[in-house]
């Protein structure tokens, strides 16, 4: 008689994967502090909301001011002039040729829906001025129409 042959010999099943309890422990951890972050994260978001908040009071005031109305020069629009005040040229030389500041000054008068806007960065804010249309002209009369010029514009 001889040798078993491995063919005919039956096939045993192999191992069922052992659950290994350090593993499932582990896993069990990892999930118990996720949701302990998230719970952490809830109370957190929950705290903040009920404290009162300095700074809403800030952007709500800063958004007030945002929204504040328009210069009244700049209601006024597009405003052709045909007649015009002289400009105010003093003794010294201006520091554009005098074309360049008629021009400025000609622009000033006609459209101060745009230089009501534009910042002034020479200093002169301290002077009064509230924009760039400030440092040309001085008066314009109930039609918009320009009386007086500002000499600041010149330099």
Same mark, same amino acid.
């Given at each position: 008689?001889?040798?078993? /042959? /491995?063919?005919?010999?039956?096939?045993?099943?192999?191992?069922?994967?052992?659950?290994?309890?350090?593993?499932? @422990?582990?896993?069990?951890?990892?999930? $118990?502090?996720?949701?302990?972050? =998230? %719970?952490?994260?809830?109370?957190?978001?929950?705290?903040?909301?009920?404290?009162?908040?300095?700074?809403?009071?800030?952007?709500?005031?800063?958004?007030?001011?945002?929204?504040?109305?328009?210069?009244? %020069?700049?209601?006024?629009?597009?405003?052709?002039?045909?007649?015009?005040?002289?400009?105010?040229?003093?003794?010294?030389?201006?520091?554009? @040729?005098?074309? =360049? $500041?008629?021009? %400025?000054?000609?622009? %000033?008068?006609?459209?101060?829906? =745009?230089?009501?806007? $534009?910042?002034?960065?020479?200093?002169?804010?301290?002077?009064?001025?509230?924009?760039?249309?400030?440092?040309?002209?001085?008066?314009?009369?109930?039609?918009?129409? $320009?009386?007086?010029?500002?000499?600041?514009?010149?330099?």
């Amino acid at each position: 008689m001889g040798r078993k /042959s /491995s063919a005919k010999s039956p096939r045993t099943p192999p191992p069922p994967p052992s659950t290994d309890s350090a593993s499932s @422990s582990s896993r069990s951890l990892v999930i $118990v502090g996720l949701l302990a972050l =998230v %719970a952490l994260a809830g109370g957190f978001t929950y705290w903040r909301s009920s404290q009162p908040q300095p700074e809403t009071a800030a952007a709500s005031q800063s958004a007030a001011q945002a929204v504040a109305p328009p210069p009244a %020069a700049a209601l006024l629009g597009p405003h052709p002039q045909p007649n015009l005040p002289p400009i105010p040229f003093n003794s010294e030389p201006p520091a554009r @040729s005098p074309e =360049v $500041v008629r021009a %400025a000054y000609r622009f %000033a008068a006609e459209h101060p829906e =745009v230089l009501s806007y $534009v910042p002034c960065y020479c200093g002169c804010e301290h002077s009064g001025h509230r924009g760039n249309e400030d440092c040309f002209v001085t008066a314009r009369d109930d039609k918009g129409d $320009v009386t007086e010029w500002e000499p600041h514009g010149v330099t």
